[in-house]
């Protein structure tokens, strides 16, 4: 089946620092999601994306839907403590268990104040 | 608040017992998902329904299964619990498959199985 390579696996930043972290496919998507996960907690849709070469923001957060269709792309600008958690990237299909989100095994990201 | 609503949210089984972990959503979504979490992993999906009263194999089935109680509610049975289903199950639920607005997750259940 489709698979994501997600990377880096960790990321240990000061706080004040940009992110950037990316996910790739070797098949292409309709759809790319990005969710975070805090500790105990599940994960929260950030942003999605619905087109190739689109670039949305949620605030210090961007992410751009590659225009090959077979990757992603996620930066947090100025990272503060609260960005600390779980970042999983998501690609999705249309129709049947194509619909179902494929995830990558995510990118853990620690700030240090 | 609406949402997905996971219990319990922590059990500890010795190898062997059975369990059923509950899932409920209250935003009239069609489609509801099991997932696992297991560290450098990521979330596989074991099992999914696409609608009410049907229910599919995802990527992990094995010693699992499901029941779509309703539309609101759909729950996963380990029958005989082994060690290595250990792990952070996360219930998830969208509109319908291939729904553009993402998966609504639950807060989890954290599993041991000793």
């Known amino acids: 089946g489709q698979q994501l390579n997600q990377s880096p696996q960790s990321m240990f930043i000061q706080e004040g620092e940009d992110v950037s972290m990316n996910c790739t496919s070797s098949?292409?998507?309709?759809?790319w999601l990005w969710y975070k996960q805090e500790p105990g907690e599940g994960p929260v849709l950030l942003i999605a994306?619905?087109?190739?070469?689109e670039l949305t923001s949620n605030g210090r957060l961007t992410a751009q839907f590659g225009i090959t269709r077979k990757d992603s792309f996620l930066n947090i600008s100025a990272s503060i403590p609260s960005d600390v958690g779980i970042y999983f990237c998501?690609?999705?299909?249309?129709?049947?268990?194509?619909?179902?989100?494929?995830f990558g095994k995510g990118t853990k990201l620690s700030v240090k104040p | 608040n609406a949402g997905v609503t996971q219990t319990p949210k922590f059990q500890v089984l010795k190898t062997g017992q059975s369990m059923t972990l509950q899932c409920a959503q209250d935003?009239?979504?069609?489609?509801m998902y099991w997932y696992r979490q297991d560290p450098g992993m990521g979330l596989r999906l074991i099992y999914y329904?696409?609608?009410?009263?049907?229910?599919d194999k995802g990527e992990v089935p094995n010693g699992y299964n499901v029941s779509r109680l309703n539309k609101r509610e759909f729950s996963l049975r380990l029958e005989s619990a082994a060690p290595s289903q250990t792990s952070v199950y996360f219930c998830?639920?969208?509109?319908?498959?291939?729904?553009?607005?993402?998966?609504?997750f639950g807060s989890g259940t954290r599993l041991t199985v000793v």
């Open positions: 998830a639920s969208s509109a319908g498959q291939g729904s553009l607005r993402g998966y609504t």
């Open positions: 098949s292409i998507f309709n759809t």
């Open positions: 329904s696409a609608s009410e009263g049907t229910t």
């Open positions: 998501a690609g999705q299909n249309y129709g049947g268990s194509q619909g179902n989100l494929i």
């Open positions: 935003m009239n979504h069609n489609s």
């Open positions: 994306l619905y087109k190739a070469g």
